[in-house]
């Protein structure tokens, strides 16, 4: 399989290849044999022969390729297949000191971070059992923040982090304006992109609730919805996270926002289908049930950096196969960007048989 640019094929040698000369083609092989077949007899096989050798033609003709960490770790020793990991900050000396921990293993399997720190008491609040006062959010927000930018994501890029905190949080103004850097620390940036200042390392989010969309419903939106408006035009944060209904407990995401949780240390479990690459339906609906497989296989196989992953990994098993293509695939077919009912066709394939193959194979 020829890369379509040298772009491409210069990404894949830099952070993929297993070694210098290694292809594609070869890439394929490695990956499907580590996390779905016998890892060169050191287990015994969780797929078919043939679902493997399926698998591998549809990694090298790209019309299904696993998350980044998967093509990366796949065929070491140590297999942290997994891309995000989603915390919630817990409001005790202990709590602290396991957040860092828990996030600077996390970045050192190549994963990403999000943090809801709104469970934390606010900066001045007593203290009972020790005396003094809280410190608040912003200073643990920052601890992480510097985790981010000496740890470098699974030994080869950097960090990617998020951070968020209720609308309600005493502390929701000084962390909304957490990274107005002043003007000597804007210019050491444009001189130095790696130049230090707060927050640098991290995307920052409002948590909006069931409280908030209650009020807007009343025509009484508070203050704070257009501060930070004004100050996302201006910065482009903070970002907002909405969690209305039956939702509304799923405060955690990770910085790219593929995966919405309620559970702390719940992790992301990632894989693309190019539907651009495929002829037929059917070859579609194939190809979306062994790639369901080949992620349940990840969630059996994934080294995780700390225990608790594991408890939620065995609770929720989540598998994130997603779509690209799609612009490509209309183009095709010669539509015009919208739902057609063709393309509505597909996507009902797509999520009626990854839901019924991971059901099956996740209660199995």
Not at 82 to 87: P, S
Not at 141 to 155: C, K, L, S, T
Not at 349 to 364: F, G, Q, T
């Amino acid at each position: 399989m020829e890369f379509k640019t040298s772009f491409a094929k210069n990404i894949f040698k830099q952070k993929y290849a297993i070694h210098k000369d290694e292809t594609w083609e070869e890439l394929s092989h490695r990956v499907v044999n580590d996390v779905c077949g016998d890892r060169k007899g050191l287990e015994a096989p969780l797929l078919s022969s043939e679902d493997l050798s399926a698998l591998e033609t549809l990694i090298s003709e790209m019309k299904f390729i696993p998350g980044g960490r998967y093509l990366y770790y796949g065929g070491r020793d140590i297999k942290f297949y997994n891309n995000c990991f989603l915390m919630r900050a817990t409001d005790t000396r202990e709590g602290w000191g396991e957040l860092v921990n828990n996030c600077t293993v996390a970045l050192m399997s190549g994963g990403g971070i999000g943090v809801d720190y709104s469970a934390l008491r606010p900066r001045g609040s007593k203290l009972k059992r020790s005396g003094g006062v809280s410190s608040g959010v912003v200073p643990l927000a920052n601890i992480i923040n510097e985790v981010g930018r000496n740890v470098i994501q699974g030994g080869s890029r950097r960090s990617a982090m998020y951070a968020s905190l209720n609308w309600r949080h005493k502390d929701i103004h000084e962390f909304m304006y957490a990274k107005n850097w002043t003007p000597e620390q804007m210019k050491a940036k444009e001189d130095d992109f790696n130049a230090p200042a707060p927050f640098d390392m991290t995307n920052i989010s409002i948590n909006w609730d069931d409280n908030f969309k209650k009020k807007v419903e009343n025509g009484n939106i508070p203050p704070i919805w257009y501060q930070s408006v004004r100050r996302m035009c201006k910065t482009g944060e903070p970002g907002h996270s909405y969690n209305f209904g039956k939702d509304s407990n799923e405060t955690l995401r990770n910085a790219c926002a593929e995966v919405t949780s309620e559970d702390d240390s719940d992790v992301c479990n990632l894989g693309s289908l190019n539907i651009a690459n495929f002829n037929s339906v059917e070859e579609f609906r194939i190809a979306v049930g062994l790639a369901s497989k080949f992620l349940v296989c990840g969630t059996l196989r994934a080294d995780l950096p700390y225990p608790k992953v594991e408890e939620t990994r065995k609770k929720n098993r989540r598998l994130g196969l997603g779509l690209m293509g799609i612009h490509e695939w209309l183009l095709a077919r010669h539509y015009k960007y919208e739902v057609t009912h063709e393309l509505h066709e597909w996507l009902s394939v797509w999520r009626d048989e990854s839901e019924a193959i991971s059901n099956e194979y996740c209660d199995e």
